[in-house]
């Protein structure tokens, strides 16, 4: 693929990452709105119309790493590596 034609793509490419990016922004503000409206009638859960909406305290539990160092000692027997491939533009 020829230069020009591969900077083209390129081009194309961060333009779309940009317009993702700003429907993501657009999304994110009207999920706020929507979860405005719901703390405002006081419902964590409601239908409307077609459409059921969930807005709920959620938990996640994970391991405290430093803890575990200062209670067990170095834990680099236990990591696991992965290997990825990684792509960017900058």
């Given amino acids: ?7 083209a793509k390129i081009r194309e ?3 779309m990452k940009r317009l993702a ?4 922004a657009a999304a994110d503000g009207l999920a706020d709105e929507i ?8 419902e964590s859960k409601m239908t409307v119309g077609e459409y059921k ?4 305290d959620a ?3 994970t391991l405290d790493r430093k803890r575990l160092e200062a209670d067990l000692g170095n834990l680099g027997d236990y990591i696991k590596v ?3 491939k990684r792509f960017a533009v900058a």
């Fill in 13 to 15: 490419y961060r333009e």
């Fill in 1 to 7: 693929m020829a230069n020009a034609s591969l900077e």
């Fill in 21 to 24: 990016e700003e429907a993501q």
């Fill in 35 to 42: 979860k405005a409206a719901m703390n405002e009638v006081g």
């Fill in 53 to 56: 909406l969930s807005y709920t």
């Fill in 82 to 84: 992965t290997h990825y």
């Fill in 59 to 61: 938990k996640r539990e």
